[in-house]
């Protein structure tokens, strides 16, 4: 890149009050973590399992679990 053209835009970065590349970083990893630790159907299902290991109607609930999953 010609300095020119980086000096336009480090301007511009600082005219704007654009983030750093670090805090760009820092929010894109808080990003990337919400979307991970989501709750999805098998997250949901596996919970259920673990706190209802004894429940009668568990064997009931596999089958629909995995018929429409």
Known sequence: ??????????????????????ERRQLEERKRLEIKNCWTIDKLWNEYLRQKP??????QDQCQYEKYQ
Not at 5 to 14: E, L, P
Not at 54 to 59: A, E, H, I, L, N
């Open 54 to 59: 004894d429940f009668r109607g568990t064997v």
């Open 1 to 22: 890149m010609a300095p020119a053209k980086a000096a336009r835009i480090r301007a511009v970065r600082m005219k704007k009050g654009a983030l750093t590349n670090e």
